[in-house]
């Protein structure tokens, strides 16, 4: 019984120091509205965000540069983690997403939207010229090597053609020769048999350098083997990454509000002990 007086009391006591200093808890809420209203719409500058994902240079099943290496080359390029004070618009991180390989996503960071898409598709151009170059000549040789390849490919299948072409005309003069021309033959015969032995090793051959060449024709396939590429292009974030200024004037009215509760207690904090 008297412990629930005693709240009732301190309850009533709360209620009256409130009441007795409502002026001075709305003043301080006004001021630090407005103060929140001036940052807000003078002084606060919204920072807004782009993020570009690249797909790095792929050779067939190798990637062409491992996408952990060129990240931290990039940190150190941009100075992502050493220089916190940047001026905007700038290179504000580079990760590699999760459950994925060959690819990295750039974000930057700027006061204007505007700004945002230079940067990042300078970012990706300075990348894909660095990968550019070696890729370039990886497929230009694999190319030389594919046109070789198919050539040798015609020339055998140019010596089995002429072969062909012997061994029927030695059948020919096979039919036209009697028994009184056995050692004519027996020449013909060999020769028609060795003509054969080589076709045959020749087509086997040529199996062997058509699966080669089918092999590197699926390797320089466009979705196989590409250089650095920029996927979905750069997307630009429509609203700012930081506070809107309708939250930072309500963040001002609650702080307000405490800061006023604040000071109405230590107030009549003071105003006890004087008693």
Avoid at 21 to 35: E, G, Q, R
Avoid at 61 to 85: Q, V
Avoid at 157 to 165: A, E, F, P
Avoid at 216 to 228: E, I, M, Q
């Amino acid at each position: 019984m008297n412990n629930t007086i005693l709240e009732r009391n301190e309850i009533n006591e709360i209620i009256d120091l409130l009441i007795g200093y409502k002026k001075l808890i709305a003043s301080v809420t006004i001021v630090i509205v407005l103060i929140a209203t001036i940052y807000a719409f003078f002084i606060y500058k919204p920072i807004y965000q782009a993020t570009a994902l690249i797909q790095l240079a792929k050779q067939n099943t190798f990637i062409f540069e491992d996408a952990n290496t060129l990240r931290e080359k990039l940190i150190n390029k941009y100075a992502i983690y050493t220089d916190l004070d940047k001026a905007f618009p700038h290179i504000a991180s580079i990760e590699k997403p999760k459950y994925s390989t060959g690819f990295l996503e750039i974000t930057a960071f700027s006061y204007n939207k505007s700004e945002l898409r230079p940067i990042l598709t300078k970012s990706v151009s300075a990348i894909q010229e660095d990968h550019n170059t070696s890729f370039q000549a990886y497929i230009k040789n694999q190319k030389n090597v594919l046109t070789q390849s198919n050539d040798i490919i015609e020339m055998m299948q140019k010596q089995i053609s002429q072969l062909k072409i012997n061994n029927e005309q030695l059948d020919t003069q096979l039919k036209g020769l009697d028994n009184n021309q056995l050692a004519l033959i027996a020449i013909k015969t060999v020769t028609i048999i060795k003509n054969e032995t080589e076709i045959i090793r020749l087509e086997e051959k040529e199996i062997r350098q058509v699966n080669f060449s089918k092999s590197l024709t699926v390797t320089l396939d466009p979705t196989r083997t590409f250089n650095t590429k920029l996927i979905n292009g750069i997307n630009i974030h429509p609203k700012p990454i930081t506070p809107s200024k309708k939250i930072i004037i309500i963040v001002g009215l609650i702080s307000g509000i405490l800061l006023g509760l604040l000071l109405s207690f230590f107030l009549a904090f003071l105003a006890k002990r004087r008693e």
